[in-house]
């Protein structure tokens, strides 16, 4: 059949048409998908408030995305999962913290890079290590449990990291390990001429001057005060002592020292001892281990509180005996009912 050639301009015409809105439609679908996957990938989520979630180690993708879903994380889990397999990096488990209105994008970036949340221990200076221990024993977010003691002073106060689920007994290995590092490097670094043979003498001592008192600049000081007895053979006569012979680092006294307590035989009283006591009395700080490795040049002996928190200090037994006399005035004037 002959088509008039007016006919068959009009047919290729309207075919040609055809193949363009062909074109055009599935342009404009494949911009709509476009625009939709990123409008779901980089847009705000469903989080209205910021949330901590655990994912326990072994736990599948699809598991991690439906929990994600079920926490209000992200609004689409079948999107993220074919999120995770067209990105193919593994999500890793841990405790993470995610932000309000955080979008699926950064969410998968937080689990890939495993930017989980990092949390503090503070280990003060001064603590016994069975307080140490008590205290990481009832720290959340730690797993296992510590039933033996480390040996008072060898636990190195500061400030420890960790995450979700780490064992307690490597953070205490992480103590140990610290105040092992700390005393070597302390000790090469001392001053000569000092009256302790060993680190461990020196540890002993820090141990006291921690317990003596609270002020940085009394440490070198009073360190001085003990060495020079110890040059001496004096006894040391440090009341923390006699505290620790009582209790043994696992309790508090709870009252003040007694004359029969500075006259009580313990391994640790140095009214009685000429010497140093056998082991440290708390885990003392790198300012306390400094203070006895490189103390004030003095000729002081003795020092007694002063009242407001510091302490006089002296060379003779007259003097000592006088600012004693001072502080019971003091303690008197303080007691003494108002009118």
Not at 108 to 134: A, C, Q, Y
Not at 160 to 172: I, K, S, V
Not at 207 to 235: C, H, W, Y
Request: glycine fraction near 6%; include cysteine; hydrophobic fraction near 40%.
């Amino acid at each position: 059949m002959n088509i008039p050639p007016k006919i068959s301009f009009f047919i290729k015409l309207l075919k040609g048409q055809g193949s363009v809105l062909c074109y055009f439609f599935a342009f404009t679908i494949l911009l709509m998908t476009v625009f939709f996957c990123y409008k779901k990938t980089f847009a705000p989520g469903p989080l209205k408030s910021s949330f901590t979630l655990v994912i326990p180690k072994g736990t599948r993708t699809l598991q991690i995305v439906h929990l994600l879903a079920e926490k209000k994380i992200i609004d689409s889990p079948n999107f993220f999962h074919l999120l995770c397999r067209l990105n193919h990096k593994p999500l890793k488990a841990g405790e993470y913290t995610f932000y309000p209105w955080i979008s699926a994008w950064e969410v998968l970036k937080i689990l890939n890079e495993g930017r989980v949340v990092v949390h503090k221990f503070r280990v003060p200076e001064g603590l016994s290590s069975f307080e140490i221990v008590t205290k990481l024993n009832m720290t959340p977010s730690l797993s296992g449990y510590i039933i033996d003691i480390p040996p008072e002073g060898t636990l190195f106060p500061s400030t420890y990291f960790f995450q979700y689920g780490e064992d307690r007994h490597t953070l205490l290995n992480r103590m140990e390990k610290a105040m092992q590092e700390t005393l070597k490097v302390l000790w090469e670094g001392r001053i000569p001429n000092l009256p302790l043979k060993s680190p461990e003498e020196a540890l002993i001592l820090a141990s006291i001057v921690e317990k003596e008192t609270g002020q940085k600049d009394e440490r070198r000081r009073i360190a001085s005060v003990f060495l020079n007895r110890l040059r001496k053979g004096m006894p040391l006569q440090a009341d923390p002592t006699v505290i620790y012979g009582l209790t043994y680092g696992r309790k508090l006294l709870n009252r003040s020292l007694l004359r029969g307590d500075l006259k009580q035989e313990s391994s640790h009283n140095t009214y009685l001892l000429l010497s140093l006591p056998p082991t440290p009395i708390c885990n003392p700080g790198k300012a306390s281990l400094e203070a006895v490795l490189h103390p004030l040049e003095t000729k002081e002996l003795f020092f007694v509180s002063n009242g407001t928190g510091g302490h006089h200090f002296s060379h003779t037994y007259a003097k000592h005996a006088k600012h004693h006399a001072d502080l019971r005035k003091l303690r008197k004037t303080f007691a003494r009912p108002q009118d």
